[in-house]
């Protein structure tokens, strides 16, 4: 027998998420946003490409990465 793999279903992103995202995004790993959103990490992901959203010099600094 074959097993299932589970579907996710598509979640619509509410206003008031974005502005949480928007707010959040560039000043935090995406990790964390996601966790605060209650999402996945890809899903966090695609929508700041979305809305064009970068981490700051300053965060990527942080982690070692500018």
């Known amino acids: ?32 946003v996601a966790w605060e959103l209650n999402r996945t990490v ?5 929508k700041a490409t979305v809305l064009g959203l970068r981490k700051t010099k300053k965060y990527l600094k942080s982690i070692g990465r500018g």
């Open 1 to 32: 027998m074959a097993s299932r793999k589970k579907v996710r279903t598509r979640i619509p992103w509410s206003k008031s998420e974005i502005r949480l995202l928007n707010k959040l995004f560039r000043n935090m790993s995406t990790s964390d």
């Open 42 to 46: 890809s899903s966090v992901q695609a």
